[in-house]
Each structure stands twice: as C-alpha cells, then as structure tokens.
C-alpha cells in the first residue's frame, strides 16, 4: 500500500467507501449503527466496505466485548399489538368487568392481573364491585406513548442496542421492561468500532477536491457522448479477490486415482478380495502358524456372527495348505503342529492385503508371467496416534515369473518411492522376518518435514510353502505398503488423521 499515492488511492474507492470515510473524518471512531446514521448505506453494504478499508489501511477495527439489548419472545409480540397495559386501557370504551376486558383485548389471566395492578398504580383505572373505569389521565395515555413503548419500538428497527450507549429515558425504560419477564434481554457482544487511519483521513481529505468518480460504464453514456465529461473510477488490480474454490476430489482420494494410473502404466493388474475374509486366505495360505501370536484379538477384528464360513470350495488347496504346515515337505519341515480347518474357516476383518495376492494366486486369470495390484482397506485393533490408524488402506502387488529375482524387487522398490512418494531417500535394511517371505526386506522413507525415517515398504520373495500349496511353481515377489503413509510422505504431512479430515481450510487450499 506504500508505494502507491494518495491519488490513486482515492480513485479506487467504491461510493460506500468514501462515504466511510467521509463519515469517520468527522467522527474519528463510529460503530456500524453510527455508520449507519451518518452515511444512509444499510448495515451489510458498510460491512463489505469496511472490510476493503480494512485491507488498505485505511481504517482499523477495534472489538470490545459490550452487553446488547434484544427483543425478546413477548416483546417481538409486544412490537406488533401493544404493551398488554395499552390494550387493557383501549378496550375500557365503557364500564367493563375483567373478564370482558381480557377477551376484547386478548390478554391472558396474568397479563391482565399485571395490568390490573399497573394501572391502578398510575392512577389511569378505578376498579369498584367488579368493573373497570379508566380515569381522565387514563384517557391521556391511550393518546400518548410511554418510554417503553418508544424503547421497543426503537429496538424493533435497529435489532439491538448497546446498554452503556442508552439515553437516561432509554435506561429506565430498558430496566422497566427487564424486571417483566420474556419482553427484553440483555445478552454479551463483540462490538466493533471503525476508526479512521493517517493514511485514511489523507485519503478523504483528497476526496473533497475530487470530483463525483463514475464506475460504471453505460450504454447511455456512449450513445450521447457523456462519458467524454465523466471521472471514472481507476480499477485497482492489485486488490485482494475473495478466493475461489472449485469442486475437486478428496486429495486422499485424487492421489489413490493417480497411484492407479502409475501402476496400470507399468504394466500392472488390479486384484480384489473380500473385506470380510478368513483365515485360510489371511493367515493359513501365507504360511503363518495358527498358534502364531498375531492371530490374537489385539491384532485382528473376528466377525461375531457368523463365526465361520464355507471353505469346501477351497478344499484342494486347504488340504495342501494343511498338509504343508503339519508335515511339510521335501524342502520344509512344516510347522509340526496340529492343523484346524475349523480355525482356517473363521471369518474376520482382513488385517492385511497379502490376504487378495494369495486368492489371485489360485484365481484361473492368473497369467505366468504377470503383475497385480491392489490398494485396499485393512482392519487391525491399533491405538490411534499420528502415525496409527484402525483402518488403513495397503497397497500390495505381486509379480508371477520365472525370471523374477530378490535384485529386481528392490528395482521396483525405489521405482516406486520416486514415481509414488516423489522422494530418493529410500533405505533398506534385511532385518524384517513374515512367515510368508524368505528372503525379507523393509524399505524406509525419510519424512520431509520430521526428517525422521519411516517404515512403508515391507516386501520379499513368497516362500515355496505359500506358493507350491496353492499350485505356482515359479517365483513370487510380494510387497504391502503402507499408502497412507506413502501420501503422508509425499504432502508433507505429520499426523495421518488428517488423510481423512474435514478441515476446510486444508481441503480448500490442498492441490489439484
């Protein structure tokens, strides 16, 4: 705003504008109820200029907590038929009893026992043997109006009043009606002062030598030449804009389209499987022993009901399966322990996506060689923290060849960190043991904002004892990401909750 001159300023200004400053030259410091008054704009036009000074500079705003008047339920009925005590004295056109009074001024009976006594108080009503007459300065009052009938009426049009701000008569009228129940309240607000700045009163004082500054450009002008006579209004195209924000997919959610795309133009397959899934495909058919201690509770979801499911259409692979891990076989010794189809047949949430490479692995569209993937959803009892979520997505792969080797897997490791995670800072270590892969590997990824590196590559070569069981007699290399973390990896991001936020501000500002 510096660099630009008083002139140019003042040649900016909307009409509402001006007339703000105007109106704070002479006032230095005025609410938008004063605004209101000085310069005839309604309250959301000066709102929507203040708020253009505001980003010029030219004016300040100071908010101060304040206690309002507003109308409350009885008093927004009150606005439009009277105060009951007013109704009570017109309907007294002659001598009345109570009851034919509530009924022409429809008051209910504890209105017209508080007008009762009011009135009579005041000296406006005489009540003998049952009957109402209203007396010569009852008779005054029908034709005058009170304080609090002037009081409501004037919160009526402006909504609400500022206590401190109330004239005496106000006041006393306000505690008046305050001690009658449901007519006002008075409730705490930030109250906003617009004050002028040395920059704005430079500017307004300029724009008392300007001339009227025209915005618009109409077709009357040009069809009878004014516009050759006309000041016109200098278009600031340097001013804030209100930002806009198209329709645009969950980022989350644009980035598992986007690794979809990546893959399938590798060359790759997408495979699916079931989110309720069993142990045969979970547990068993990776090789994992049914006594191994992460099929507990504390690291899978059982299905309560139904408890098991149907594995007879598997049955020559269970057997194969069951015969392996009890016996083994030429090249493996087993796990020499007792099988249970049972066991094999309980259904739980899929806890990990190695569960849809084992199912494609007996699925007849299997091609040799071939590549497949999945991004899908897992379900493991975790605490949550920024880096654990009970429900996460995977992405597994496979790739089914005879010519496929351990060199060629950590190939396609760091393909993926640079074409995935957009990152060269991958490291590998051979310290990581899953019952279904020998040899073993997990890659980490260094996150670029906590610098700390993160475990998101698990992967290796499947062991003979998962594939030959399910009829594959070439080499397997598997991996199962973690996609949540890879995305973390890749914005930046610190706490994995946010994958699934409803923070617009995040949403809002996150890239196409």
Not at 24 to 46: S, Y
Not at 366 to 386: A, H, M, Q, S, W
């Amino acid at each position: 705003m510096a660099i630009k001159s008083i002139d140019m300023i003042a040649e900016t200004l909307q009409d509402a504008e001006a007339a703000i400053l105007q109106a704070l030259k002479k006032l230095k410091k005025a609410d938008i109820l004063e605004l209101e008054k000085a310069t005839k704009l309604t309250a959301d036009i000066l709102a929507r200029a203040a708020l253009w000074l505001q980003n010029k500079d030219l004016i300040t705003v100071e908010e101060e907590p304040a206690n309002v008047v507003v109308l409350d339920r009885l008093g927004e009925e009150y606005v439009l038929k009277g105060l009951p005590e007013k109704c009570f004295i017109r309907a007294c056109t002659d001598t009345l009893t109570l009851e034919q009074i509530g009924k022409k001024a429809d008051l209910d009976k504890q209105e017209l026992k508080f007008c009762l006594g009011y009135l009579k108080k005041k000296g406006m009503i005489t009540f003998k043997e049952g009957e109402v007459q209203v007396t010569d300065e009852g008779k005054c009052c029908i034709r005058e109006k009170t304080l609090e009938e002037n009081f409501l009426d004037k919160l009526s049009k402006e909504k609400e009043l500022e206590v401190s701000k109330l004239s005496p008569e106000e006041k006393h009228a306000f505690e008046v009606l305050k001690k009658r129940k449901e007519i006002v309240r008075e409730i705490p607000r930030k109250v906003r002062d617009y004050v002028i700045t040395k920059l704005g009163l430079d500017v307004a004082e300029k724009l008392k030598a300007m001339p009227a500054m025209v915005g618009v450009l109409t077709p009357e002008m040009i069809k009878t030449g004014t516009w050759q006579t006309k000041k016109f209004r200098r278009y600031d195209v340097t001013a804030p804009v209100p930002g806009i924000y198209p329709g645009k997919k969950q980022p989350y959610l644009a980035f598992m389209d986007e690794v979809k795309k990546e893959l399938v133009a590798m060359g790759f397959e997408e495979m699916t499987g079931p989110l309720v899934e069993s142990a045969f495909f979970n547990n068993d058919a990776l090789f994992m022993p049914q006594d191994h201690p992460a099929r507990g509770i504390h690291d899978i979801y059982f299905v309560k009901e139904p408890k098991y499911g149907n594995l007879s259409k598997y049955k020559k692979y269970l057997d194969k399966v069951a015969e392996i891990q009890e016996k083994g076989d030429d090249e493996s010794t087993g796990w020499q322990i007792p099988f249970s189809r049972q066991e094999s047949s309980r259904l739980l949430l899929r806890s990990q996506t190695t569960a849809v490479s084992a199912r494609m692995l007996i699925n007849p569209a299997l091609k040799i060689p071939g590549k497949y993937f999945t991004i899908n959803r897992v379900y493991r009892p975790e605490k949550l923290d920024p880096t654990h979520l009970t429900e996460f997505y995977q992405l597994e792969g496979i790739v089914v060849g005879e010519d496929v080797n351990f060199r060629q897997l950590l190939g396609l490791l760091g393909n993926f960190a640079k074409k995935i995670a957009r990152t060269d800072e991958i490291r590998f270590t051979p310290i990581a043991y899953f019952p279904f892969t020998e040899p073993s590997v997990t890659a980490y990824m260094k996150h670029p904002i906590t610098k700390k590196w993160i475990e998101v590559m698990p992967a290796g070569v499947f062991r003979p004892e998962v594939t030959k069981p399910l009829g594959i007699d070439v080499p397997v290399l598997a991996w199962g990401f973690g996609f949540d973390r890879l995305f973390m990896i890749r914005e930046g991001i610190t706490d994995i909750r946010q994958l699934f936020s409803s923070d617009l501000s995040y949403l809002r500002e996150a890239k196409i």
